[in-house]
Protein backbone atom coordinates (compact mmCIF):
# COMPACT_ATOMS: atom_id res chain seq x y z
CA UNK A 1 0.00 0.00 0.00
CA UNK A 2 1.54 3.12 -1.10
CA UNK A 3 0.33 6.10 1.41
CA UNK A 4 0.59 9.70 0.74
CA UNK A 5 2.66 12.03 2.95
CA UNK A 6 1.21 12.15 6.45
CA UNK A 7 1.64 15.58 8.17
CA UNK A 8 2.37 13.50 11.44
CA UNK A 9 3.06 17.11 13.44
CA UNK A 10 0.14 18.64 12.33
CA UNK A 11 -2.01 15.41 13.30
CA UNK A 12 -0.19 15.24 16.76
CA UNK A 13 -0.54 18.98 17.15
CA UNK A 14 -5.00 18.54 16.28
CA UNK A 15 -5.10 15.63 18.54
CA UNK A 16 -3.61 17.31 21.35
CA UNK A 17 -5.78 20.26 20.55
CA UNK A 18 -8.72 18.42 20.31
CA UNK A 19 -7.84 16.79 23.44
CA UNK A 20 -7.74 19.60 25.93
CA UNK A 21 -10.07 22.11 23.43
CA UNK A 22 -6.72 24.56 23.66
CA UNK A 23 -4.27 25.51 21.50
CA UNK A 24 -1.90 26.19 24.78
CA UNK A 25 -2.62 23.52 26.72
CA UNK A 26 -1.59 21.19 23.73
CA UNK A 27 1.81 23.41 23.33
CA UNK A 28 2.38 22.65 26.99
CA UNK A 29 2.32 19.09 26.07
CA UNK A 30 4.02 18.93 22.92
CA UNK A 31 6.75 21.56 24.27
CA UNK A 32 6.05 23.70 21.06
CA UNK A 33 4.85 27.67 21.06
CA UNK A 34 1.47 28.09 20.68
CA UNK A 35 1.48 29.81 18.01
CA UNK A 36 3.21 26.94 16.47
CA UNK A 37 0.58 24.80 17.33
CA UNK A 38 -2.29 26.73 15.93
CA UNK A 39 0.04 27.35 12.71
CA UNK A 40 -0.04 23.45 12.61
CA UNK A 41 -3.61 22.43 13.10
CA UNK A 42 -4.81 25.43 10.33
CA UNK A 43 -2.00 24.14 7.62
CA UNK A 44 -3.83 20.53 8.42
CA UNK A 45 -6.98 22.42 7.83
CA UNK A 46 -6.23 23.98 4.78
CA UNK A 47 -4.56 20.13 3.62
CA UNK A 48 -8.29 18.82 4.18
CA UNK A 49 -10.43 21.20 2.87
CA UNK A 50 -12.54 21.50 5.82
CA UNK A 51 -12.51 23.62 9.44
CA UNK A 52 -11.49 20.96 12.15
CA UNK A 53 -12.43 24.28 15.12
CA UNK A 54 -14.82 26.70 15.87
CA UNK A 55 -12.45 29.43 17.23
CA UNK A 56 -14.83 30.69 20.43
CA UNK A 57 -13.82 33.37 22.84
CA UNK A 58 -13.12 31.04 26.07
CA UNK A 59 -11.67 27.95 24.21
CA UNK A 60 -12.32 25.73 21.32
CA UNK A 61 -15.08 23.23 19.89
CA UNK A 62 -14.83 20.26 17.42
CA UNK A 63 -16.79 20.48 13.90
CA UNK A 64 -18.10 17.46 12.68
CA UNK A 65 -15.45 16.76 10.83
CA UNK A 66 -13.03 17.38 13.89
CA UNK A 67 -15.41 14.82 15.72
CA UNK A 68 -14.84 12.30 12.95
CA UNK A 69 -11.06 12.68 12.40
CA UNK A 70 -9.94 12.67 16.71
CA UNK A 71 -11.41 9.01 16.92
CA UNK A 72 -9.18 7.82 14.67
CA UNK A 73 -6.38 9.62 15.56
CA UNK A 74 -5.75 8.89 18.90
CA UNK A 75 -6.65 5.01 18.68
CA UNK A 76 -3.33 5.24 15.95
CA UNK A 77 -1.43 7.32 18.78
CA UNK A 78 -2.51 4.93 21.24
CA UNK A 79 -1.69 2.10 19.54
CA UNK A 80 1.96 3.17 18.47
CA UNK A 81 2.41 4.36 22.10
CA UNK A 82 2.22 0.52 22.70
CA UNK A 83 4.21 -0.60 20.61
CA UNK A 84 7.11 1.92 21.67
CA UNK A 85 6.40 0.72 25.23
CA UNK A 86 7.35 -2.66 24.55
CA UNK A 87 10.42 -1.58 23.98
CA UNK A 88 13.20 -1.96 26.58
CA UNK A 89 17.01 -2.02 26.86
CA UNK A 90 17.01 -2.09 22.85
CA UNK A 91 14.91 -5.27 22.95
CA UNK A 92 10.98 -5.50 22.21
CA UNK A 93 8.90 -7.33 25.22
CA UNK A 94 6.50 -9.48 24.62
CA UNK A 95 3.27 -8.92 26.04
CA UNK A 96 1.72 -12.01 28.02
CA UNK A 97 -2.14 -12.16 29.12
CA UNK A 98 -2.96 -14.57 32.10
CA UNK A 99 -6.09 -14.46 33.25
CA UNK A 100 -6.39 -16.22 37.56
CA UNK A 101 -8.88 -17.09 39.57
CA UNK A 102 -9.02 -14.12 42.08
CA UNK A 103 -8.88 -16.69 45.52
CA UNK A 104 -5.30 -18.52 43.51
CA UNK A 105 -3.89 -15.07 42.40
CA UNK A 106 -4.36 -13.34 45.56
CA UNK A 107 -2.98 -16.27 47.85
CA UNK A 108 -0.32 -17.90 45.54
CA UNK A 109 0.63 -16.18 42.05
CA UNK A 110 0.90 -12.26 42.79
CA UNK A 111 3.65 -12.49 45.77
CA UNK A 112 5.78 -14.87 43.27
CA UNK A 113 5.43 -12.59 40.32
CA UNK A 114 8.75 -10.80 40.69
CA UNK A 115 10.63 -14.07 40.77
CA UNK A 116 9.45 -14.47 37.43
CA UNK A 117 9.95 -11.04 35.89
CA UNK A 118 13.36 -10.86 37.00
CA UNK A 119 13.84 -14.54 35.23
CA UNK A 120 12.52 -13.17 31.94
CA UNK A 121 12.24 -9.21 31.79
CA UNK A 122 11.43 -9.55 28.47
CA UNK A 123 8.18 -10.67 29.29
CA UNK A 124 5.10 -7.64 29.82
CA UNK A 125 2.91 -9.84 31.69
CA UNK A 126 -1.04 -8.81 32.59
CA UNK A 127 -2.92 -10.22 34.85
CA UNK A 128 -6.37 -10.28 35.55
CA UNK A 129 -8.58 -12.17 37.66
CA UNK A 130 -11.91 -13.89 37.38
CA UNK A 131 -14.39 -16.15 39.36
CA UNK A 132 -13.43 -19.31 37.41
CA UNK A 133 -15.89 -18.62 34.12
CA UNK A 134 -13.63 -17.21 31.48
CA UNK A 135 -13.93 -17.86 27.65
CA UNK A 136 -9.90 -17.57 26.88
CA UNK A 137 -10.63 -17.09 22.90
CA UNK A 138 -12.99 -14.08 23.84
CA UNK A 139 -10.82 -12.10 26.43
CA UNK A 140 -7.26 -12.40 24.28
CA UNK A 141 -5.39 -14.97 27.02
CA UNK A 142 -2.78 -16.60 26.30
CA UNK A 143 -3.37 -18.50 29.66
CA UNK A 144 -6.44 -19.16 31.82
CA UNK A 145 -5.80 -20.40 35.67
CA UNK A 146 -9.01 -22.46 36.58
CA UNK A 147 -10.32 -24.74 39.29
CA UNK A 148 -11.70 -27.61 38.54
CA UNK A 149 -10.99 -31.51 37.38
CA UNK A 150 -9.09 -30.36 33.91
CA UNK A 151 -11.42 -31.13 31.44
CA UNK A 152 -12.19 -28.41 28.97
CA UNK A 153 -13.54 -28.08 25.97
CA UNK A 154 -10.49 -27.15 23.46
CA UNK A 155 -7.73 -26.50 25.75
CA UNK A 156 -4.57 -28.08 27.15
CA UNK A 157 -4.76 -28.53 30.48
CA UNK A 158 -1.47 -28.91 33.22
CA UNK A 159 -2.03 -29.39 36.61
CA UNK A 160 -0.74 -27.13 39.23
CA UNK A 161 -1.95 -28.51 42.73
CA UNK A 162 -5.05 -29.55 44.45
CA UNK A 163 -6.69 -27.08 47.06
CA UNK A 164 -7.72 -29.03 49.84
CA UNK A 165 -10.93 -26.88 51.63
CA UNK A 166 -11.25 -27.01 55.15
CA UNK A 167 -12.97 -24.69 58.08
CA UNK A 168 -11.54 -21.20 58.25
CA UNK A 169 -13.42 -18.84 60.90
CA UNK A 170 -12.53 -16.10 63.47
CA UNK A 171 -11.24 -17.18 66.82
CA UNK A 172 -14.19 -16.18 68.72
CA UNK A 173 -16.05 -18.38 66.53
CA UNK A 174 -13.38 -21.24 66.85
CA UNK A 175 -13.76 -20.93 70.67
CA UNK A 176 -17.21 -22.41 70.79
CA UNK A 177 -16.53 -25.08 68.51
CA UNK A 178 -15.67 -28.26 70.62
CA UNK A 179 -16.30 -30.73 67.70
CA UNK A 180 -17.53 -30.69 63.89
CA UNK A 181 -21.35 -31.43 65.12
CA UNK A 182 -21.13 -28.21 66.93
CA UNK A 183 -20.92 -26.04 63.09
CA UNK A 184 -24.65 -26.87 63.11
CA UNK A 185 -25.29 -23.77 65.26
CA UNK A 186 -22.99 -21.58 62.98
CA UNK A 187 -23.52 -19.60 59.76
CA UNK A 188 -21.95 -21.88 57.32
CA UNK A 189 -20.99 -19.47 53.73
CA UNK A 190 -21.24 -21.26 50.47
CA UNK A 191 -19.65 -20.85 47.51
CA UNK A 192 -21.64 -21.96 44.53
CA UNK A 193 -20.58 -25.88 44.79
CA UNK A 194 -23.50 -27.14 46.91
CA UNK A 195 -21.77 -30.54 47.27
CA UNK A 196 -18.57 -29.14 48.93
CA UNK A 197 -20.31 -28.88 52.96
CA UNK A 198 -21.83 -31.96 52.56
CA UNK A 199 -18.66 -33.60 51.57
CA UNK A 200 -16.70 -32.20 54.15
CA UNK A 201 -19.21 -33.40 56.91
CA UNK A 202 -18.85 -37.01 55.25
CA UNK A 203 -15.11 -36.62 55.75
CA UNK A 204 -15.26 -35.21 59.15
CA UNK A 205 -18.21 -38.26 60.18
CA UNK A 206 -20.64 -35.84 61.07
CA UNK A 207 -23.68 -36.01 59.29
CA UNK A 208 -24.36 -32.37 57.43
CA UNK A 209 -26.65 -29.84 58.96
CA UNK A 210 -29.16 -28.07 56.01
CA UNK A 211 -26.68 -25.43 55.28
CA UNK A 212 -28.50 -22.21 54.10
CA UNK A 213 -25.89 -18.96 54.49
CA UNK A 214 -24.98 -16.66 51.57
CA UNK A 215 -23.41 -17.97 48.49
CA UNK A 216 -20.15 -16.70 46.80
CA UNK A 217 -18.93 -16.65 43.94
CA UNK A 218 -14.90 -16.87 44.74
CA UNK A 219 -13.13 -18.11 48.22
CA UNK A 220 -11.91 -14.91 48.25
CA UNK A 221 -14.88 -13.18 49.15
CA UNK A 222 -15.80 -15.84 51.23
CA UNK A 223 -13.16 -15.67 53.61
CA UNK A 224 -13.41 -11.87 53.82
CA UNK A 225 -17.42 -12.62 55.11
CA UNK A 226 -15.78 -15.11 58.06
CA UNK A 227 -13.05 -12.31 58.56
CA UNK A 228 -15.60 -10.35 59.68
CA UNK A 229 -17.48 -12.76 61.72
CA UNK A 230 -20.66 -13.04 59.82
CA UNK A 231 -19.88 -17.07 59.29
CA UNK A 232 -17.64 -19.80 58.93
CA UNK A 233 -15.66 -20.33 55.42
CA UNK A 234 -15.16 -23.65 53.99
CA UNK A 235 -12.23 -22.76 51.56
CA UNK A 236 -8.44 -23.75 51.01
CA UNK A 237 -5.94 -22.92 54.15
CA UNK A 238 -2.95 -22.68 51.48
CA UNK A 239 -4.80 -19.56 50.06
CA UNK A 240 -4.93 -17.94 53.24
CA UNK A 241 -1.48 -18.98 54.82
CA UNK A 242 -1.10 -15.25 55.66
CA UNK A 243 -4.40 -14.50 57.10
CA UNK A 244 -3.57 -17.54 59.15
CA UNK A 245 0.00 -16.72 59.83
CA UNK A 246 -1.33 -13.24 61.88
CA UNK A 247 -3.99 -15.17 63.59
CA UNK A 248 -6.81 -13.48 61.98
CA UNK A 249 -8.69 -16.48 60.94
CA UNK A 250 -7.90 -20.22 62.28
CA UNK A 251 -8.63 -23.56 60.92
CA UNK A 252 -10.12 -25.57 64.16
CA UNK A 253 -10.69 -28.78 62.37
CA UNK A 254 -7.59 -31.01 60.49
CA UNK A 255 -10.34 -32.48 58.05
CA UNK A 256 -9.58 -31.56 54.83
CA UNK A 257 -11.54 -31.98 51.06
CA UNK A 258 -11.02 -32.07 47.65
CA UNK A 259 -13.04 -31.80 45.06
CA UNK A 260 -10.58 -30.12 42.33
CA UNK A 261 -7.23 -29.09 41.41
CA UNK A 262 -5.68 -25.47 39.79
CA UNK A 263 -4.60 -25.87 36.04
CA UNK A 264 -2.74 -23.26 33.72
CA UNK A 265 -5.05 -23.75 30.60
CA UNK A 266 -4.34 -22.45 26.91
CA UNK A 267 -5.74 -23.09 23.57
CA UNK A 268 -4.76 -26.03 21.77
CA UNK A 269 -4.70 -24.37 18.81
CA UNK A 270 -2.34 -21.89 20.18
CA UNK A 271 0.81 -20.94 18.91
CA UNK A 272 3.69 -21.18 21.49
CA UNK A 273 6.02 -18.09 21.71
CA UNK A 274 8.88 -17.51 24.04
CA UNK A 275 6.78 -15.77 26.52
CA UNK A 276 4.01 -18.48 26.92
CA UNK A 277 7.14 -21.32 26.91
CA UNK A 278 8.93 -19.29 29.81
CA UNK A 279 5.67 -18.58 31.90
CA UNK A 280 4.40 -22.47 31.54
CA UNK A 281 7.72 -23.87 32.30
CA UNK A 282 8.41 -21.17 35.56
CA UNK A 283 4.84 -22.26 36.75
CA UNK A 284 5.03 -25.40 36.70
CA UNK A 285 8.58 -25.44 38.27
CA UNK A 286 6.66 -23.33 41.22
CA UNK A 287 3.86 -25.18 41.80
CA UNK A 288 5.62 -28.45 42.35
CA UNK A 289 6.18 -28.43 45.75
CA UNK A 290 2.98 -27.58 46.77
CA UNK A 291 1.53 -30.12 44.49
CA UNK A 292 1.19 -33.14 47.23
CA UNK A 293 1.69 -30.91 50.05
CA UNK A 294 -1.49 -30.94 51.42
CA UNK A 295 -3.83 -34.44 50.60
CA UNK A 296 -7.02 -34.60 51.82
CA UNK A 297 -7.44 -35.48 55.49
CA UNK A 298 -10.25 -37.27 57.90
CA UNK A 299 -10.90 -36.53 61.31
Not at 135 to 156: N, Q, V, Y
Not at 247 to 270: C, D, H, R
Request: aromatic share 8%; with cysteine; glycine share 8%.
Amino acid sequence: MVRPHLPLNALRAFEASARHLSFTRAAIELSVTQAAVSHQVKALEERLGSPLFRRLPRGLSLTDEGQALLPTLREAFDRIAGVLEQFEGGHVREVLNVGAVGTFAVGWLIERLPEFQRANPFVDLRLSTNNNRVDIAAEGLDFAIRFGDGAWHGTEAGRLFAAPLSVLCVPEIAARLAGPQDLHAETLLRSYRADEWPSWFEAAGVAPPPVKGPVFDSSRTMVEAALLGIGVALAPPLMFRRQLGDGAIVQPFETTVTNGSYWLTSLKSSTPTPATRAFRAWILDAARPYADEAAPRSR
